[in-house]
């Protein structure tokens, strides 16, 4: 064969190669950020069609008291302008404060957890998609250890 026919023999071949090796074999592990979904959380509160809730669980903080994550998760509150809206320590600014005990919805894990992933209406940002399943933890942990003031800045009017 020509060295003319050979080459062009294999150039016409070398996309057909590609194509072949790409489309049988599999893409590998997907990265882990794709494979990981949040937890699936359930509330009692939810209105079952059927009178079967879907699968699901009530998510605890797996960081839970860790120095190192409250630690970790300070920073993250700070680089991610959290105290931008819930002032320093989470005190309460023009976002409600994290630190009074007082939730709007929910102080347990799976709902700060929600809260901060999914975010809330009027305001609240869902961070889950920048800081992804680990990181919305790290800062779980970081709010749940706040100390409750001694001087809570709003009173609750209820029965007044």
């Known amino acids: 064969m020509s060295t003319l026919i050979r080459r062009a023999v294999c150039a016409g071949s070398l996309p ?4 072949l090796c ?6 590998g592990p997907a990265p882990a950020s794709a494979t990981s979904a949040p937890p699936a959380i ?3 509160s939810h209105l079952a069609a059927g009178g079967e ?4 669980a009530i998510p605890e903080d797996p960081k839970a008291g860790d120095p190192a994550t409250i ?27 994290l630190a009074d005990g007082r939730w709007r919805y929910g102080g347990s894990d799976a709902a700060v957890f ?20 680990d990181g919305v933890w790290t800062l779980v942990t970081y709010i749940k250890s706040l100390p409750v003031p001694p001087d809570i800045a709003t009173e609750s009017w209820e029965g007044h």
């Open 114 to 133: 929600a809260s901060v992933y999914f975010g809330r209406p009027k305001g609240m940002p869902a961070f889950g998609g920048k800081l992804g399943i």
């Open 53 to 56: 809730l879907p699968p699901g």
């Open 71 to 97: 630690k970790a998760g300070e920073t993250l509150f700070t680089a991610m302008n959290c105290d931008g809206c819930h002032g320093t320590g989470g005190t309460g600014w023009v976002g409600p404060s």
């Open 16 to 19: 057909a190669f590609v194509l």
């Open 22 to 27: 790409s489309c049988g074999g599999s893409p």
């Open 42 to 44: 359930r509330y009692p």
